[in-house]
């Protein structure tokens, strides 16, 4: 068969045209992280395994990893779309006396609820009451901790209160304080050693408060068998004590790669220990009321938290001009601050757990293949629940410019595009790593999966949906509040993207139990009024003492005038005399008189005078209304300066009650 010319033309133009190009893809920025003030190599190796680039100070950044506290003013140069590892006011917590103080006003109010925390004492402010409660006490046993102590050191225990005063005398000088608590002598032993767990906490929002606890944790132990305090063993802190920085020194510490073995072991190997002889059925019980402890201790600061970052940023809830086109519950997972927190946890012989204290910067020191394990679960899977988005830096610089322009040209635009928001890649790491080291990533949440779910699906879905028995009217009251606050739609949306991201945390706060939710809100909202009485009081000691200040400098001033006043009255007296008073001058001038007028009498008498007056009396009667008239000024000017020093005294002595009233009150 002959083909017509044409397509022979055809099909020699198609070959000889030249190949297709496809436009090249859009490089993805990269996230940033900077860890110049970070010591732990687990947190850069973690941060990169996830796809994050480390940077220094010179070169814009979207992650900031500190190791130490964070102040107000770093917080607030921050630009919208940076975050950084720390809450500004975790310190309420993360300081022995603040933790000591938010947890006994919340047992003030709610005695059983706030019974995870042993009895302390602040010294040397509570110097008195520590002393009345050492009274008729047979069997005490006390250990003390400096405030701002760390790993252990200048840990001690006592049993007479006369022995810690030195200690707290040098503290007086220093300004410190020392924290006193009563000792746990009763606790459970494991091959009769004793031992605490270090839990992880994640808070990766405060308002609405969101708390993940992952769920394995460190078991340390201490290396010496542990005996009842007695005189002969107090100063043994490797019984007492089962901090690791103290027992790794021990020539008794037990290094093994068996995490069910050594004076550190895992958690979930101490549980599993705890399951064969107590029944599984109690460790569960012991996981539930470690996770409720962690819960109460951070709804105690929740208000003041949400206060600190309102104060540095602008309302979540509200539309922001970088966040204007994101859905509610993205902006909510959008927090500018997250913090992983670590507990120290002690287990008393009924398996009751306490709080010990809390630690705003956990050590990620890794010594052990265990540690390598557990911190590194717990920085990942971290990142992975921050939902980090590395496109919101240059939609932020787009919204700049656009609102400058609007400035300029007076239009108003309404988003970047008017195309839909970009989809945003969520982190996601596989189990499994290729030969060359790389961390598969891929997107682990659906943005189909995260529409808005039905009423008869919220009830399954949401955190605290499930059916449950009748609440109490408060409590239904609180859930109500809190819908209406954050509505359970957008709750959900977030819900499902925590769950896809999860890793190895559980969720903690909201908890699945509608009762047991509305509670926590109850609690919430006695740490938001007793936060509130607690700034009122502060705001009025202030007030007080700038009054006192003030009432200080006008006394003060008036002292000073006075001061003034009598050294001037004391050079004018001299001159100046009471009724009676004959003048040294005047008196001088009169005699003088006198003598001329005698000496010259006869002249004066040979002068002619008006009938039945002489020229000497006449003189002498001038003079004596002279007197009368100088004696009636001196007299009027004495008594002013009387009234004016009688009136200067009651003054002064006003104001010293006043500044003495002022004291008390402070």
């Not at 950084?84 to 947890?103: Q, V």
């Amino acid at each position: 068969m002959i083909r017509p010319a044409s397509a022979g033309k055809e099909s020699s133009s198609k070959s000889d045209a030249a190949p297709v190009r496809r436009k090249p893809r859009k490089r993805q920025p990269a996230m940033t992280i900077n860890t110049v003030q970070c010591k732990y190599d687990i947190v850069r190796e973690c941060s990169q395994r996830l796809g994050f680039k480390d940077v220094d100070d010179t070169i814009p950044w979207l992650l900031y990893w500190i190791d130490t506290g964070v102040s107000v003013e770093r917080v607030l140069s921050m630009k919208p779309f940076q975050r950084i590892n720390h809450f500004p006011g975790m310190h309420e917590i993360c300081r022995k006396d603040r933790l000591a103080r938010n947890l006994e006003r919340l047992s003030r109010l709610f005695p059983k609820e706030a019974n995870f925390f042993p009895r302390s004492w602040i010294l040397p402010v509570q110097w008195s009451d520590f002393q009345l409660h050492c009274k008729g006490l047979r069997r005490k046993c006390f250990i003390a901790k400096p405030n701002h102590g760390c790993q252990g050191k200048g840990i001690f225990l006592f049993r007479d209160p006369k022995e810690v005063i030195p200690i707290m005398d040098s503290f007086k000088v220093s300004g410190g304080s020392l924290i006193v608590q009563k000792y746990l002598h009763r606790p459970c032993l494991i091959d009769g050693y004793k031992f605490d767990l270090r839990i992880y906490a994640l808070v990766t929002s405060a308002d609405p408060l969101r708390i993940f606890v992952y769920r394995e944790g460190l078991a340390r132990f201490a290396t010496e068998p542990y005996r009842d305090p007695h005189e002969d063993n107090l100063d043994n802190v490797c019984m007492h004590l089962t901090n690791y920085a103290i027992n790794k020194h021990s020539t008794n510490f037990h290094h093994s790669s068996d995490h069910n073995e050594g004076s550190k072991r895992s958690m979930s190997s101490v549980f599993r220990r705890l399951a064969t002889t107590k029944g599984s059925a109690v460790v569960d019980k012991l996981w539930n009321r470690i996770k409720e402890t962690i819960v109460k201790t951070l709804l105690t600061i929740q208000p003041q938290l949400k206060q600190n970052l309102q104060a540095c940023f602008r309302s979540r809830h509200k539309t922001d001009e970088q966040d204007g086109d994101l859905p509610a519950w993205m902006r909510w997972s959008n927090s500018q601050c997250f913090e992983i927190l670590g507990f120290d946890v002690f287990l008393d012989h009924k398996l009751k757990p306490w709080i010990l204290e809390v630690n705003h910067s956990p050590s990620f020191t890794c010594d052990t293949v265990l540690d390598t394990e557990v911190k590194r679960g717990v920085i990942s899977d971290a990142l992975r629940l921050l939902n980090m988005d590395a496109v919101r830096p240059k939609r932020f610089e787009q919204q700049q410019k656009l609102k400058s322009r609007s400035r300029l040209l007076g239009a108003v635009p309404t988003n970047v595009d008017s195309g839909p928001h970009p989809v945003r890649e969520r982190l996601a790491v596989n189990d499994h790593s290729d030969d060359s080291g790389k961390m598969e990533s891929s997107s682990s949440l659906d943005m189909d999966a995260c529409k808005s779910p039905d009423k008869d699906e919220w009830k399954q879905q949401s955190d605290f949906g499930h059916e449950t028995p009748p609440v109490s009217e408060k409590t239904a009251k609180a859930l109500a509040e809190y819908n209406q606050q954050f509505p359970s739609g957008d709750l959900a949306l977030l819900a499902a993207f925590e769950d896809a991201n999860l890793g190895g945390y559980e969720r903690a706060f909201p908890p699945a139990d509608k009762a047991k939710f509305g509670h926590y809100l109850t609690l919430m909202r006695q740490a938001a009024e007793m936060f509130s009485e607690t700034l009122a009081t502060r705001r009025r000691k202030e007030h007080l003492m700038e009054m006192k200040r003030r009432e200080e400098a006008q006394l003060q001033k008036l002292q000073s005038w006075r001061e003034a006043r009598q050294s001037r009255k004391t050079r004018s007296v001299p001159e100046l005399r009471a009724p009676g008073f004959e003048g040294h001058g005047l008196t001088q001038r009169l005699a003088s008189d006198s003598a001329l007028y005698s000496s010259h009498g006869s002249t004066s008498a040979s002068r002619e005078s008006p009938p039945g007056c002489s020229f000497r009396s006449r003189n002498a009667a001038r003079d004596v209304k002279l007197k009368d008239r100088m004696r009636g000024k001196v007299v009027m000017k004495v008594n002013v300066e009387c009234l004016n020093e009688r009136f200067s005294d009651a003054l002064f002595l006003k104001q010293q009650e006043a500044v003495s009233r002022l004291s008390y009150n402070v």
